[in-house]
């Protein structure tokens, strides 16, 4: 397995990854916004063969509070069910903090969970240290709540 820095040309085996595993999903030109406009922020993960099993797509959050700390934002995060528990979900994640605070100076990365999404939530609280926020009645589409869940990054 290869985790890098996500490439233009990798947009479509993301969105591939994205259609396959979750019930939220992405336009092809909002990958390409991610992409270019946080160029070192979303990742991709790869098999020997050089296929995309995984990818992270994140961002820094825009709208801020004057005085408010830039921070960073998941937007997505997926790995094919074949190579799951192989802990590239948080290599991935590993990689994008590292960058948020390298790169923007970045204070926290904040992230929305399906509350229903057990093993997501196990990863982002105990195993990378996210807490819950608060809790965002109907933020999905089909009316399931999320948790709102941030983890302070370390410069």
């Known amino acids: 397995m290869n985790i890098r820095l996500a490439r233009a040309e990798d947009l479509m085996g993301m969105q591939a990854c994205n259609l396959n595993n979750l019930p939220e999903n992405y336009t092809l ?3 390409l916004y991610h992409a270019l406009t946080w160029p070192q922020l979303s990742y991709v993960a790869e098999d020997h063969n050089g296929r995309i099993v995984g990818y992270i797509l994140a961002k820094m959050e ?14 997505s995060i ?3 069910r074949s190579y799951r528990r192989l802990g590239l979900a948080k290599k991935l994640m590993m990689q994008s903090q ?14 929305h969970v399906r509350q229903s999404n057990r093993a997501a939530i196990g990863l982002y609280r105990d195993t990378l240290g996210f807490t819950v926020e ?13 948790y709102a869940m941030r983890l302070e990054l370390k410069p």
Do not use: C, F, Q
Request: charged fraction near 30%; charge should be negative.
């Open 29 to 31: 030109r909002y990958y």
């Open 62 to 75: 825009e709208e801020t509070e004057e005085g408010e700390e830039p921070h960073g934002h998941v937007t």
């Open 78 to 80: 997926s790995v094919l």
């Open 98 to 111: 590292e960058a948020m605070v390298g790169v923007y100076k970045a204070a926290y990365v904040s992230l």
């Open 134 to 146: 608060k809790i965002e009645a109907k933020y999905y589409n089909d009316g399931e709540d999320a």
